[in-house]
Nanobody, 128 residues
């Protein structure tokens, strides 16, 4: 069973930066899709970014974060990262890591049902 563990959440001031990590244990697949979702209080969970874990570089971003967030991965560690810059209060949310053995798809990477495995989340709070 694949398990995902996120870390790196914290409280920061507007304009600040954070880097989140997600380690996938028991990840036996040669390729797949790993993603970050977030859920703010009282709102639906939304896709933030996704990355293909196969042998070519393919990344996807929510338009609201494209210029500020970067998703990356370290295949040797089965870990993905989310570098978040210029944070604002609208970025306040619980951030979840998700993964599936199927690849990322342009038209569906942001859909929760595309992912079989989920982490417990890490809280990001942006406030002055």
């Amino acid at each position: 069973q694949v398990t995902l563990v996120e870390s790196g959440g914290a409280s920061v001031q507007p304009g600040g930066s954070l880097s989140l990590s997600c380690v996938a244990s028991n990840w036996i697949y040669k390729s797949g899709c790993m993603a970050w979702f977030r859920q703010a209080a009282g709102k639906e969970r939304e896709g933030v970014a996704a990355i293909y874990t196969g042998d070519y570089d393919s990344r996807y971003y929510n338009d609201s974060v494209k210029a500020r967030f970067t998703i990356s991965r370290d295949a040797s560690k089965n870990t993905i990262y989310l570098q978040m810059n210029n944070l604002n209060p609208d970025d306040t949310a619980m951030y979840f890591c998700a993964a599936d053995r199927l690849g990322c798809y342009t038209n569906s990477w942001w859909l929760q049902h595309e992912y079989k495995f989920w982490g417990q989340g890490t809280q990001v709070t942006v406030s002055s």
